[in-house]
């Protein structure tokens, strides 16, 4: 098991910039941001901890310099590199994989292509169940979405990951499930994994990737946030 980096503490309003363009690559999240976490994994899965700098922004205290000077979106995640700075995270996973040593995350076979191209469409709809989950019919909502990974999951059988093998699309899901089998269960006594086979050993595998293990989030301060956020006090 490899040893737990120490996250370096967040970038406030009060931070320096660092030496922004002078040949570094960087790549720009918050720890607690679902889509920074993405390329984060990706750039550990990858092995790029040298070549690719994290710097750690606290969205309720951001700098000034960083919409300034480095991303006018003023979002997490974004890379900097070559000169120029790249945003959104699903592209910057696939620009991560292609411009970078390390292991493949793209699938080669053309059924695993094409069902990766499904899965990631299916993104926007699964969100949005998720999140719509916190509002109206939890159980119906969020469980139409964690069957729809059930049954995806069933797919390929030369391993236990969206595609068989652990790929992009893995990555594309699991900071969101994370969070939602941290809270669902805390707030509404849903347990997502249950009656769920597939799902339960894909998470346990994903527990298994240091990659992934060293980006996951602090579950009471997860719970904290999305109480406030989705549940305000009556």
Same mark, same amino acid.
């Given at each position: 098991?490899?040893?737990?980096?120490?996250? /370096?503490?967040?970038?406030?309003?009060?931070?320096?910039?660092?030496?922004?363009?002078?040949?570094?690559?960087?790549?720009?999240?918050?720890?607690?941001? /679902?889509?920074?976490? &993405?390329?984060?994994?990706? &750039?550990?899965?990858?092995?790029?901890?040298?070549?690719?700098?994290?710097?750690?922004?606290?969205?309720?205290?951001? /700098?000034?310099?960083?919409?300034?000077?480095?991303?006018?979106?003023?979002?997490?995640?974004?890379? +900097? #590199?070559?000169?120029?700075?790249?945003? +959104?995270?699903?592209?910057?996973?696939?620009?991560?994989?292609?411009?970078? +040593?390390?292991? /493949?995350?793209?699938?080669?076979?053309?059924?695993?292509?094409?069902?990766?191209?499904?899965?990631?469409? #299916?993104?926007?709809?699964?969100?949005?169940?998720?999140?719509?989950?916190?509002?109206?019919?939890?159980?119906?909502?969020?469980?139409?979405?964690?069957?729809?990974?059930?049954?995806?999951?069933?797919?390929?059988?030369?391993?236990?990951?969206?595609?068989?093998?652990?790929?992009?699309?893995?990555?594309?899901?699991?900071?969101?499930? +994370?969070?939602? #089998?941290?809270?669902?269960?805390?707030?509404?006594?849903?347990?997502?994994?249950?009656? &769920?086979?597939?799902?339960?050993?894909?998470?346990?595998?994903?527990?298994?990737?240091?990659?992934?293990?060293?980006?996951?989030?602090?579950?009471?301060?997860?719970?904290?946030?999305?109480?406030? &956020?989705?549940?305000?006090?009556?």
């Amino acid at each position: 098991m490899a040893t737990t980096t120490v996250r /370096p503490p967040p970038l406030t309003s009060t931070s320096e910039p660092p030496p922004l363009f002078d040949g570094t690559t960087r790549l720009y999240i918050s720890y607690t941001c /679902p889509f920074a976490q &993405r390329v984060w994994i990706t &750039r550990n899965y990858k092995g790029l901890e040298d070549k690719i700098e994290l710097v750690p922004i606290d969205l309720q205290d951001r /700098p000034a310099w960083y919409k300034e000077k480095v991303y006018p979106e003023n979002k997490v995640p974004s890379l +900097e #590199h070559n000169g120029k700075v790249l945003g +959104e995270s699903l592209d910057l996973v696939k620009y991560v994989d292609a411009n970078f +040593e390390g292991a /493949p995350l793209s699938p080669n076979d053309p059924a695993k292509k094409e069902f990766a191209e499904q899965l990631l469409s #299916h993104l926007d709809t699964f969100l949005k169940d998720l999140y719509g989950s916190l509002k109206g019919d939890t159980v119906q909502q969020a469980g139409s979405a964690f069957e729809y990974l059930e049954n995806a999951l069933g797919k390929f059988d030369d391993g236990p990951f969206l595609l068989g093998q652990f790929s992009l699309v893995d990555i594309a899901y699991v900071p969101f499930v +994370e969070r939602f #089998h941290i809270i669902l269960p805390e707030l509404f006594k849903y347990d997502i994994t249950e009656g &769920r086979p597939k799902l339960a050993a894909w998470i346990e595998e994903l527990n298994k990737i240091d990659a992934y293990t060293e980006t996951k989030v602090n579950p009471q301060e997860t719970v904290d946030t999305y109480k406030k &956020r989705f549940l305000p006090q009556q």
